[in-house]
């Protein structure tokens, strides 16, 4: 178990840099199996699930290098297995998008189901659903999932029920290497979506409409390599945001897409910060408690889910009552009771929480329950008086790349204690 001790009640004031995406990167990496040679990726984050799933694509054969500077190679010419094993697929949930490439190179995938998490129910079933109609027969036996095409796949129109992310994106990468057109209906628009059409297209793929409800693919006999940056985490560019807020302090966000944390710009406004946006940087300032507020999450462009928790935790020192819905998965208040542990005041009733605000948090030893619930505890924490420990900081470390070492830069008191830990699936 790692654990994160923070002396609350300090001003978060100075720069920080955004790191590389986490929920684009380990796409990319997969993505990268898919080439014909070596594909080099830079401004890589250096986080736990990246770890993960370099470890997945060695476990296939390919061979990865670390670069300095944050590049990673990864070299797919001596993939030969299309098996991942059991024990890195259950680490994260992202290691199901190897599904559409490994069943794009191979016509070949069987693999462990990535399992139950801590957010709410996460089944696959549209990505099971896409990949079928793209000609992939799937049987399910003992907790694994078997998939198999018999020529090659073929481009399909496939219409999402809900725009998942994780199935716009296993689709995308089939499609790239399948015979005629796909065109992907209700496809999510996320930001990560677009950097996944800009690095298949830097490959040789044939994508237009990433970022758009509508994706069409026309299939392409192979993909060759390429070089290419890893776009900024607005995740991790909004937990800044949001600490800047919380502290009263006053935070310059570098290298971020402002366009990419809108919906979150709009929110701090409304709850009393000043926010200067530059054409890559995003300042926050506030002076005093948040106004109350009420948010909902929703697919991008709406307020992300990734960033309910921690929002969750600046309003509960609000000046009145605010209300959060959380629209995307049906499970992301755990993080809630440890709030209360510090003397937040929040009721949650299904899908939604109540938060009524207190003058000020008080320090205690919390566990994060996931990877954004543990920010949102390490938001609290740094507004609360006294000390606090965040147990469970190995969820936190699996998406954000430094957080100690960043806040620290930026005037928080924060120190890193490492135990024997295990991987926590989010
Ligand atoms: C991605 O998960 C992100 N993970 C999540 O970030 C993020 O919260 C989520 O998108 C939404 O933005 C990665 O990119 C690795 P979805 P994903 O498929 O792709 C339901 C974080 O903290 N659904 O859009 O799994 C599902 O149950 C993580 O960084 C189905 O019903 O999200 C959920 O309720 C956590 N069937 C909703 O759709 C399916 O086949 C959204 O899931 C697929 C999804």
């Known amino acids: 178990m790692n654990s994160l001790r923070i002396i609350g009640g300090r001003r978060l004031v100075g720069r920080v840099k955004a790191p590389g995406a986490k929920n684009s990167c380990l796409k990319l990496l997969a993505l990268a199996s898919m080439a014909s040679d070596t594909c080099t990726l830079t401004n890589v984050p250096d986080i736990t699930d990246v ?50 490439p490994l069943l794009a190179r191979h016509g070949y995938v069987r693999m462990a189901f990535p399992g139950g998490c801590a957010i709410g129910s996460r089944p696959i079933d549209l990505h099971l659903k896409g990949l079928s109609a793209m000609g992939v027969r799937f049987s399910e036996e003992h907790g694994c999932i078997t998939g198999r095409v018999a020529h090659r796949l073929t481009g399909a129109e496939i219409h999402l029920d809900f725009p998942s992310v994780g199935a716009t994106e296993n689709l995308m990468a089939a499609a790239c290497l399948a015979k005629g ?67 009263q ?4 966000v570098t290298d971020v897409v402002p366009e990419h944390v809108d919906a979150l710009t709009a929110k701090l406004i409304e709850v009393g910060a000043a926010v ?28 992300p889910t990734d960033l309910q928790a921690p929002f969750v935790a600046l309003l509960t020192t609000g000046k009145g009552t605010s209300i959060v ?33 207190v003058p000020r948090l008080t320090g205690a030893r919390l566990v994060a329950p996931d990877l954004r619930g543990g920010a949102a505890l390490v938001i609290a924490a740094l507004m609360a008086d006294g000390e606090s420990v965040v147990d469970g900081f190995e969820h936190v470390a699996r998406g954000y790349d430094d957080l100690e070492g960043r806040l620290a830069s930026l005037g928080a008191s924060v120190q890193r204690e490492d135990g024997p830990g295990a991987a926590v699936p989010d």
Do not use: W
């Open 325 to 357: 819905t959380e629209n995307v998965f049906n499970s992301r208040f755990r993080y809630v009771d440890e709030l209360v542990r510090m003397g937040a005041q929040i009721g949650v009733d299904g899908r939604t929480a109540v938060i009524r605000g």
């Open 51 to 100: 770890h993960s799933m370099c470890d997945l694509l060695e476990s296939l054969g390919a061979r990865i290098t670390a670069k300095p500077g944050g590049a990673i190679q990864i070299d797919p010419t001596a993939i030969t297995s299309a098996e991942p094993p059991e024990e890195i697929v259950r680490r994260m949930r992202a290691s199901v998008q190897i599904l559409g």
């Open 276 to 303: 200067i946006v530059s054409e890559d940087s995003v300042r926050v300032a506030m002076a005093d408690r948040p106004n109350a507020t009420t948010a909902k999450s929703m697919p991008y462009p709406g307020f």
């Open 181 to 247: 057109v796909t065109t992907i209906r209700n496809a999510a628009r996320e930001p990560e979506i677009v950097d996944q059409q800009n690095f298949l297209v830097r490959m040789g793929a044939q994508i237009r409409g990433a970022g758009t409800d509508t994706i069409r693919v026309t299939g392409v006999d192979g993909l060759s390599s390429t070089t290419y940056p890893v776009m900024p985490d607005r995740i991790q560019a909004g937990t800044f945001m949001l600490a800047a807020a919380a502290t």
């Open 249 to 252: 302090g006053d935070v310059t």
